[in-house]
T-cell receptor, first 115, second 113 residues
Framework: AQTVTQSQPEMSVQEAETVTLSCTYD???????LFWYKQPPSRQMILVIR??????QNATENRFSVNFQKAAKSFSLKISDSQLGDAAMYFC????????????FGKGTLLTVNP | AAGVIQSPRHLIKEKRETATLKCYPI?????VYWYQQGPGQDPQFLIS???????DKGSIPDRFSAQQFSDYHSELNMSSLELGDSALYFC????????????FGPGTRLTVT
């Protein structure tokens, strides 16, 4: 079974600065997808960014980018120019590319943005 | 853009009662997933449906059942509720099982007293 590990329960960053959230995963599959979801205090799960394992190029969405290291099974999220609205719980998630389509989540990292 | 709709948003039940949660996927999405998020926990997969057929099953108690209807909406039925069932229940939808992005609804917060 796949597992997702987020080793940082909490992180903090100053407004306008950059922060990196870590995620590692364990799988024997070669085809899979990785995601970062944001859960603000409203508890809504918001898709931030996605990465296909077969793509070598790291995904980027505006101020959010990932560092995908397939051999190391690492998938970190970088938030640039942090804003107060970025404060939330961030979950890393794994989805198989095969017949099992459920998302497996890490335990989450609570990000605080200080003004 | 239309999003996933869940109803009710909040539900309070007593132990041993039953509850029904409803999910309306994004238009044209034919795959629905249910997740349970306990307090301070990450979401845990319960069950999924593709084209009205169960496609995968996770750690869903036998007291729970679910189905997807002809209009693709889904219902999660929960019986003999226990205090431990208190959680946030998310529904997510996607376009087929090939489209790998799942979009989540706002969740239903179930409180069992």
């Amino acid at each position: 079974a796949q597992t997702v590990t987020q080793s940082q329960p909490e992180m903090s960053v100053q407004e306008a600065e950059t922060v990196t959230l870590s995620c590692t995963y364990d799988t024997s599959e070669s085809d899979y997808y990785l995601f970062w979801y944001k859960q603000p205090p409203s508890r809504q799960m918001i898709l931030v960014i996605r990465q296909e394992a077969y793509k070598q190029q790291n995904a980027t969405e505006n101020r959010f980018s990932v560092n995908f290291q397939k051999a190391a099974k690492s998938f970190s999220l970088k938030i640039s120019d942090s804003q107060l609205g970025d404060a939330a719980m961030y979950f890393c998630a794994y989805r198989s590319g095969g017949s099992n389509y459920k998302l497996t989540f890490g335990k989450g990292t609570l990000l605080t943005v200080n003004p | 853009a239309a999003g996933v709709i869940q109803s009710p948003r909040h539900l309070i039940k007593e132990k041993r009662e039953t509850a029904t949660l409803k999910c309306y996927p994004i238009p044209r999405h034919d795959t629905v997933y249910w997740y349970q998020q306990g307090p301070g926990q990450d979401p845990q997969f319960l069950i999924s449906f593709y084209e009205k057929m169960q496609s995968d099953k996770g750690s869903i108690p036998d007291r729970f059942s679910a189905q997807q209807f002809s209009d693709y909406h889904s219902e999660l039925n929960m019986s003999s509720l226990e205090l431990g069932d208190s959680a946030l229940y998310f529904c997510a939808s996607s376009l087929g099982t090939v489209s790998y992005e799942q979009y989540f609804g706002p969740g239903t917060r179930l409180t069992v007293t």
